[in-house]
C-alpha cells in the first residue's frame, strides 16, 4: 500500500495574524514554516504541526485577505479532525471555552469522545479521544502541557458531490478499508480516517476563508509518488503531474466528489532549510524563489 495516512490539510484564512495567535496560542501547535504560497508568492503560506513537523500533523493555511468567505456545501471538507489524549477533554473543553470557543461535546461515528468547534473564521474542528489509536506526533509543549498536545491529524469529513465515486476512490485508489459505509479506515502504522458523507445542501460548496482548500494524503518517497500517479491516471482521473515543492514532492487531483486531494512525500521536511530548532522563526523560501526574497519580502506585511 502506497498511501500511509494524511499529511497535512490547507486552509484559507483572511486574517493572518488572528490565524497565527489562535492555532498556537489557543491550540498550541507550533509555527513550523513561515513561506509563501508558491503560486501566489504575495501570500503567506503558514504551516501549524508538532515539535518536529511530522508529517500527518500540519495544519497549514493560505493567507487570502481578500477571499470571501468559505460557502458550505457539497464539494467541500465539511470538518477536520485532531488527536488528543482521552483525558485531556474536559481541560480543553475549559481551555476553548475560556478562549470565547462555543465547544460541543458529542461522540464520532466510532463512538469516540469528542469536541467540535469552529475557529474564528468558522473553520470546523473537532478534538477526539486518541486511545488505542496506532501513531502519533511529537508533542509541542511550549504552549500546552504534555498531556493536553495534539498528537496529530486523525481525518477529515468529505461532503461528496458524488459520495459512490468517492469511496470507490478511496477504497480502491488510496486503499482505505470501508468501515460502514461512511467512515473509511486506513489499517496500517497510522491511524487515518476519512468519513465520506451525503451532502446536506443542494449546493456546491465553495472554498473561501474558514474552509479547507485540500487535504493532502502520505506518500513515502517519489517512487511510490509516481507509482500512485499511474494508478490515478489509469483510473480515469487527470493529475497535476509531479510538482516539486522543496518541502515536499506532489501531485494534485480533483476526486469525482469535487474535493482537491493532493499526495505529498515525507521528506525532505520541514527541517531541510532551517534548523528544527528555530522551524518558523523567519521567512523560509524554497531554493527556486530564494532569488526573488527582496521582491517577495517587500509584498508582505510584517507578521510576528
Known sequence: ????????????????????????????????????NQDDVSAYHLFYADAVASPGTDMTFFDW???????????????????????????????????????????????????????????????????????????????????????????????????????RVMTELLGYEDIDGTRFALTGETASEVNVIEPTTSRIGSPGAGGVHHVAFRVKDDESLLAMKDRIEAFGIHTSGYVDRFYFHSLYFREPGGVLFELATDGPGMASDESADHLGESLSLPLFLEGRRTEIVAGLKPLD
Open 1 to 36: 500500500m502506497s498511501i500511509l495516512g494524511i499529511h497535512h490539510v490547507t486552509a484559507i484564512t483572511a486574517r493572518i495574524e488572528e490565524n497565527l495567535a489562535f492555532y498556537t496560542g489557543v491550540l498550541g501547535l507550533r509555527l513550523v514554516k513561515k513561506t509563501v
Open 65 to 167: 485577505p481578500r477571499s470571501d468567505s468559505n460557502r458550505a456545501g457539497y464539494a467541500t471538507v465539511a470538518l477536520t479532525t485532531m488527536r488528543i489524549p482521552g483525558s485531556s477533554l474536559e481541560a480543553w473543553k475549559e481551555r476553548l471555552s475560556v478562549a470565547g470557543v462555543p465547544v460541543e461535546a458529542d461522540t464520532d461515528g466510532a463512538g469516540r469522545a469528542r469536541l467540535v468547534f469552529q475557529d474564528f473564521e468558522g473553520q470546523r474542528l473537532a478534538f477526539v479521544d486518541d486511545t488505542g489509536m496506532r501513531g502519533e506526533g511529537v508533542p509541542w509543549t511550549e504552549v500546552v502541557p504534555v498531556e493536553m498536545a495534539t498528537r496529530g491529524i486523525l481525518g477529515v469529513d468529505l461532503e461528496s458531490a458524488r459520495p459512490d465515486s468517492t469511496r
